[in-house]
C-alpha cells in the first residue's frame, strides 16, 4: 500500500508543478499580448517594402490554432493508443484508480508538446514587440497623417511623434500593423509540424508503415511551409521576418523533443538490479585466496558456482 500511495504522491507533485508552470507560462503570453504596447517604429517615404495593399489572412488565426492545436492533439491519442493499448503492464495506481499506459503517455505528449508551444509564442510575441518592425501594408493600413510627396519630409526619418495613423481600421489593426517581425504563423506552424513530425518517427513504427509514415511527415512539414509563404504572398510579413520565425519554430521544436520529451516506451528496458553484490572480472585477474562466486543475470536468476584455487 506504501508503494502506491508514493507513487499517487509523486505524480500528483508532477501534475501540479507542470499545470502551475504552464498556468504561469499563459499568464505571462496574456501579459506580453494585452498589456505590452509595441515599439512604435518610425519610416522612410520612399521605403517600397511598406507600401503594399492590404490583404486578408489566406490562413486566418482560427485555421492556424486547428494547424497547430487540434490535429497535434488528435495525433497524440491516436498514436499512444495504438502504441500502448496492449501494454497493460505498464498501467499504474493512481489515486486508487487505475491509469491506462496509453493515457500517461498521452499526458506525457501533450504536456511536453505545450511547453515548447508556449515558449514558441512568448518568444515571437516579446520580439514583435521590442522590434515593433511595420508590415509591408503599413502605409495602406495606417494612413500616415503627413504629406510623403512635401520636400520637408523627403529623404529623411520619419518619427513615430511626427505623425499618427488616420486609417479607418480598429485599434487592434493599427496597433497589429507594427507586429512585422517575426512571424508568428510561421513559428508556430514550423515548431507544431516538425514537432508532429518527429513525434511520428518514433511512434509509427510497424511494419509496413514506413511510405506512410514519411508520407504523413511530408503533408506536414509542406502544411507549415505552405503557411510561412502565405505570410508573404498576403503581405503581412517580410521575406526576412518569415525566415526569422520559421527558423526559431524549427529549432524549438527540435531542442523540445530532443530534451524535455520523455515518452512512454513499451520495452523495459531498464530491468531491476538484483539485490546483491556483484563482483565483475578483470582482465588478467590473479586467483583469490578464497573461494568466488560467479554471479550470472540472465532472466533475473542468480546462479551461483564455486570455484577451488
Not at 97 to 117: E, F, H, I, N, Q
Request: glycine residues 4%.
Amino acid at each position: 500500500m506504501m508503494p502506491k500511495m508514493k507513487q499517487s504522491t509523486r505524480c500528483v507533485k508532477r501534475i501540479a508543478v507542470d499545470i502551475l508552470m504552464i498556468s504561469a507560462l499563459i499568464t505571462l503570453l496574456v501579459g506580453i499580448t494585452r498589456l505590452w504596447r509595441p515599439f512604435e517604429r518610425g519610416f522612410f517615404c520612399g521605403d517600397q517594402s511598406l507600401m503594399y495593399p492590404y490583404h486578408e489572412d489566406t490562413v486566418s488565426v482560427f485555421m492556424l490554432r486547428v494547424i497547430t492545436v487540434a490535429v497535434p492533439c488528435v495525433v497524440f491519442v491516436i498514436y499512444e493508443y495504438a502504441y500502448l493499448r496492449t501494454a497493460t503492464s505498464l498501467d499504474v495506481q493512481f489515486l486508487r484508480v487505475t491509469v491506462p499506459a496509453w493515457l500517461r503517455g498521452l499526458y506525457c505528449a501533450l504536456a511536453s508538446y505545450a511547453l515548447g508551444y508556449l515558449f514558441v509564442e512568448i518568444t515571437a510575441n516579446m520580439a514583435k514587440n521590442v522590434i515593433g518592425r511595420p508590415r509591408p501594408n503599413f502605409f495602406d493600413v495606417c494612413k500616415p497623417s503627413i504629406d510623403c510627396d512635401a520636400p520637408e519630409w523627403q529623404n529623411r526619418y520619419i518619427q513615430s511623434s511626427d505623425y499618427h495613423c488616420t486609417g479607418q481600421g480598429s485599434a487592434h489593426l493599427l496597433q497589429d500593423t507594427r507586429k512585422s517581425f517575426l512571424s508568428g504563423h510561421s513559428a508556430i506552424t514550423a515548431f507544431a509540424m516538425v514537432y508532429v513530425a518527429l513525434y511520428l518517427e518514433s511512434r509509427m513504427q510497424w511494419r509496413g508503415m514506413r511510405f506512410l509514415r514519411h508520407t504523413l511527415q511530408f503533408l506536414a512539414i509542406m502544411t507549415s511551409w505552405f503557411t510561412a509563404l502565405s505570410r508573404v504572398t498576403d503581405y503581412k510579413h517580410h521575406w526576412s521576418d518569415v525566415l526569422a520565425g520559421y527558423s526559431m519554430g524549427f529549432i524549438v521544436a527540435v531542442v523540445t523533443w530532443l530534451w524535455t520529451t520523455n515518452l512512454i516506451s513499451r520495452d523495459q528496458k531498464h530491468l531491476p538490479l538484483p539485490q546483491h553484490d556483484v563482483v565483475l572480472p578483470t582482465c588478467q585477474q590473479s586467483a583469490p585466496a578464497a573461494p568466488l562466486y560467479e554471479v550470472a543475470i540472465g532472466n533475473n536468476q542468480q546462479v551461483a558456482a564455486p570455484t577451488t584455487q
